[in-house]
Structure formats: C-alpha cells, structure tokens
C-alpha cells in the first residue's frame, strides 16, 4: 500500500504551482478558491511544511514547494503519457522531437531514410520550438555543457573551417574582406577569436568589424554570394563543401567549445522508443 496524500490535492498543488494563483488554479480547475486553498492547506498538514509563502496579492513557492512541483510534474506527464498510449496505440509508435532548425535541416533531414531503415515502425514528429502543449521524448540542444536534470550526452562538438566564396579565395588568405558572424542568445559565437588564435593570426582581423546573422543558412548563403568569409561547423555545410559553392581557405580546424547535447528527461528515458532512438543517434553521430 503507497503512502501518497490525495491525488486530487496533488493535482491541485501542481496546478496552483504553475500558476502561482489560488483564483487561476480554480479558474483551470472549475472549482472554487476555497476548495483549492482547502486541498493546498490538506497536503501542507500532511507533509507538514509549508508549500507557498503568501505575499500580498501573489504566491510563491517554498523550497520544498518547487521540489515538489519539479517531480510532479514529471509523475503527472508519465501517468498522461501511459494513458494516452493505451487510448492510442499510434502514441507508442510516435517520437516527438526537439531540434535546433539547423541541426534538423542540414544534419538530421539527409539522414532520415537510414532511420526510417532502422525503426520503420517508428513516426516522427519533428519541432523547433518548445511548447507546453507538447511532451518532447528527446531534445537536441546547442550549447556547452550537459543539462541539469536530465540524462544529457554529447552528440558531436562543432568542428570550425574558415571557408569563402571560391572567388574569394585569394583574398580569404589575407583576410582581406569582410568577417560573418553567427549569433547564439544575441551574442555572436567566438568562433574567429578561437579559429584566429588556434591559426596564429590573433590580431590579424577586425573580429569586432563584418556582419553578423541569426542563422547558419544565412552567414552561409551571404558566403556563397562573396560578402565574406565564414568560420562554421563543417558537418553542417557538407553540401555546400560538396557542390564547390563554399571552400575552405586554410587547413586549420576547430573544436567547439559548442555542440549539440542529447537531453532526455527522466520519465522518457525507459520508453523502448527513445531507447531505439538514441542507439540510432550514437551509430550514425561522429565519434
């Protein structure tokens, strides 16, 4: 026998929780405030500590009230996730991805017909924007360092070239031209500080100078057309590498310090599909 406080109370803390509101949490709930205060004031008198601490006109939470609502959450899109499977077997079969949109277009899409080889009784769902109406199996995530939380592996660093327009090369040798940035979180990546240092011309170009862009496809389509030259992860140009439309200038090569992190959270990590995901992942991700 489990020792567990009402559901019902449990539900109404993790949606009083979200919503820091006793009066939204009743709206969302079709009760009243005060049944929602008196389901709050139960599972306090049951853990006997305090869940919120009440200021005037707004609610926070305790220490032990985020504790709380961060596995809830969790245990509440398990049961959700195992009922909607039983209602619809599809679900089992229904991966539900988050991907950066570069990763997705130009490293995920070219190799989706060898995943379709290797789990065809898998559908993908592939996203690039998070959304709470959305419970995400895996997420790929650009960054440095392993999420907390989660079971989070490296997939791949990033692995810089210097690359232009071919004719631009000449004048690439002596950076003789613009510089492309790419921006991460408004901030330009420092990968010609990095790619500049590890070539031995730290102070031979105007890092602070050039154009910068939100997206990979435009600093390289702005390549393609001569305005500059371009330090980018090469996995993520190899068509363009391929075709002779962009050409590396120098043979020097970078790694990271970004790459693309696997994030699974907890209650995903057991579902046969997520596990036939990730192997697929390792087998086809460089070393």
Same mark, same amino acid.
């Given at each position: 026998?489990?020792?567990?406080?009402?559901?019902?109370?449990?539900?109404?803390?993790?949606?009083?929780?979200?919503?820091?509101?006793?009066?939204?949490?009743?709206?969302?709930?079709?009760?009243?405030?005060?049944?929602?205060?008196?389901? =709050?004031?139960?599972?306090?008198?049951?853990?006997?500590?305090?869940?919120?601490?009440?200021?005037?006109?707004?609610?926070?939470?305790?220490? $032990? %009230?985020?504790?709380?609502?961060?596995?809830?959450?969790?245990?509440?899109?398990?049961?959700?996730?195992?009922?909607?499977?039983?209602?619809?077997?599809?679900?089992?079969?229904?991966?539900?991805?988050?991907?950066?949109?570069?990763?997705?277009?130009?490293?995920?899409?070219?190799?989706?017909?060898?995943?379709?080889?290797?789990?065809?009784?898998?559908?993908?769902?592939?996203?690039?924007?998070?959304?709470?109406?959305? /419970?995400?199996?895996? *997420?790929?995530?650009?960054?440095?360092?392993?999420?907390?939380?989660?079971?989070?592996?490296? /997939?791949?660093?990033?692995?810089?070239?210097?690359?232009?327009?071919?004719?631009?090369?000449?004048?690439?040798?002596?950076?003789?031209?613009?510089?492309? *940035?790419?921006?991460?979180?408004?901030?330009?990546?420092?990968?010609?500080?990095?790619?500049?240092?590890?070539?031995?011309?730290?102070?031979?170009?105007?890092?602070?100078?050039?154009?910068?862009?939100?997206?990979?496809?435009?600093?390289?389509?702005?390549? =393609?057309?001569?305005?500059?030259? $371009?330090?980018?992860?090469?996995?993520?140009?190899?068509?363009?590498?391929?075709? %002779?439309?962009?050409?590396?200038?120098?043979?020097?090569?970078?790694? %990271?310090?970004?790459?693309?992190?696997?994030? /699974?959270? $907890?209650?995903?990590? %057991?579902?046969?599909?997520? =596990?036939?995901?990730?192997?697929?992942?390792?087998?086809?991700?460089?070393?």
């Amino acid at each position: 026998m489990r020792s567990l406080p009402a559901l019902t109370s449990l539900r109404v803390f993790e949606t009083a929780g979200k919503c820091l509101s006793f009066t939204k949490a009743a709206s969302q709930l079709n009760v009243t405030q005060s049944a929602v205060s008196r389901q =709050i004031k139960h599972l306090e008198d049951y853990l006997g500590v305090p869940l919120f601490v009440r200021r005037h006109h707004r609610l926070e939470l305790t220490a $032990a %009230g985020q504790q709380l609502l961060s596995k809830l959450e969790q245990s509440f899109n398990l049961m959700e996730t195992a009922v909607q499977e039983l209602r619809d077997p599809n679900q089992r079969q229904k991966l539900t991805l988050l991907f950066p949109p570069t990763f997705a277009t130009r490293w995920l899409a070219p190799r989706l017909a060898d995943f379709h080889i290797h789990s065809p009784e898998l559908q993908l769902s592939i996203h690039n924007n998070d959304s709470e109406h959305n /419970i995400f199996d895996c *997420h790929i995530r650009f960054g440095r360092t392993a999420r907390p939380n989660h079971y989070s592996e490296l /997939i791949m660093l990033e692995q810089h070239v210097a690359v232009c327009a071919p004719h631009l090369l000449e004048q690439a040798k002596q950076l003789n031209g613009n510089l492309l *940035h790419i921006l991460h979180e408004g901030q330009r990546l420092p990968v010609w500080e990095n790619w500049l240092q590890a070539a031995g011309l730290t102070g031979e170009a105007d890092v602070n100078g050039g154009m910068e862009f939100s997206t990979l496809d435009q600093v390289s389509n702005a390549a =393609i057309n001569g305005a500059g030259f $371009a330090i980018v992860d090469k996995r993520m140009i190899s068509h363009e590498l391929k075709m %002779g439309t962009l050409v590396p200038f120098s043979q020097i090569e970078v790694s %990271g310090p970004y790459g693309y992190w696997l994030d /699974i959270k $907890a209650e995903r990590q %057991g579902l046969a599909k997520v =596990i036939r995901f990730t192997e697929w992942l390792r087998q086809v991700s460089p070393d």
